[in-house]
């Protein structure tokens, strides 16, 4: 049960105590975000999230600024301004045929675009070129342009970790979070998090846990099953699962041509997992708690 207003008081919290008292609920609560990367990368990616976002059973998305279907989002953004949608800060554009480039003029920014003009493939391309600067000059370029958009991000985090690569691409993803009071993906269970944890406040807010499947890591026989797992071994605390939405159609099939992970199927089994009974009766069963990244968001701003 959630506690009462009178324990929403700032003064009541100290920044040392767990999340999910600092938020309010008691200290064995359990509180999941369900977010939805990868919004604006394509319409069949975006019709499926808005599908997950309006029927709850996702409670954060977020989106790609350089993609080609960010128009479609600023509207859906405009007209559902209750949305919790962050920014899934692109620097990298990993599919073969199916590509994107910075915000920034690409003369103001000539270390973070390949030899087609666009973004690179991947994130070792990335950090192996990028200079520190330019790659903050394009951060908040996204952030401003989603915002003359009419997007309001509740926050943060970075398309393929390229900026959790390095300490010093963390430290400007950090820098320009904290200029815009927004959180930003973090966590204490997965390395690519671990590493930069000496990095970053203890009093900062952020997830416990995070929870995905990367890769070929999972099969798609078991696909349910692991979310399923991951609910039912949720730990007091916040926690963060991250899915990827899409319908598996011609479109998602022509954007992830040659790829047999994070393809139009793959996305649509995360599609079907999250909206099964099972699934939603799995978060019932363990008593889980569903919130959104606005909450953190304003715990920062106090």
């Known amino acids: 049960m959630r506690l009462g207003l009178a324990a929403l008081c700032a003064l009541c919290f100290t920044a040392d105590q767990p999340l999910n008292v600092r938020l309010g609920y008691p200290a ?13 990368m394509s319409h069949s990616e975006n019709d499926a999230s808005f599908t997950a976002l309006d029927q709850k059973l996702v409670t954060a ?11 479609e989002v600023a509207v859906y953004a405009k007209t559902h301004p209750d949305a919790d949608l962050g920014l899934h800060l692109t620097l990298t554009a990993e599919w073969q045929t199916f590509r994107w480039g910075p915000v920034t003029p690409r003369n103001l920014v000539p270390s973070l675009v390949g030899p087609d003009g666009n973004f690179y493939a991947t994130t070792d391309e990335f950090v192996q070129h990028a200079k520190v600067d330019e790659v903050e000059t394009e951060i908040r370029a996204q952030i401003e342009r989603a915002k003359a958009m009419g997007l309001q991000p509740t926050h943060l985090d970075a398309h393929m970790h390229s900026l959790y690569a ?13 200029e815009y009071r927004l959180p930003i993906r973090m966590a204490r269970n997965e390395q690519v998090f671990k590493d930069l944890l ?23 026989a078991r696909w349910k099953d692991f979310y399923l797992d991951v609910i039912k071994n949720l730990q007091p605390g916040v926690s963060e699962l991250f899915v990827h939405l899409a319908h598996d159609d011609a479109e998602m099939r022509a954007v992830t041509v040659n790829y047999d992970v994070w393809d139009a199927a ?13 699934f939603r009766k799995a978060l019932a069963d363990n008593h889980v708690i569903l919130i959104g990244w606005r909450p953190i968001q ?5």
């Not at 304003?298 to 106090?302: F, M």
């Open 61 to 71: 998305a977020t989106v790609m600024v350089p993609a080609p279907w960010f128009g």
């Open 298 to 302: 304003k715990l920062l701003a106090r």
């Open 198 to 220: 000496p990095y970053v406040d203890a009093s900062y807010p952020f997830p416990d846990a995070i929870f995905s499947h990367e890769g070929d890591d999972v099969q798609p």
């Open 266 to 278: 793959w996305r649509q089994r995360d599609v079907d997992v999250i909206s099964s009974p099972e």
């Open 166 to 178: 390095t300490p010093q691409l963390f430290a400007v993803l950090k820098k320009v979070a904290r």
């Open 28 to 40: 064995d609560a359990k509180l999941l975000i369900i977010n939805a990367d990868d919004l604006a």
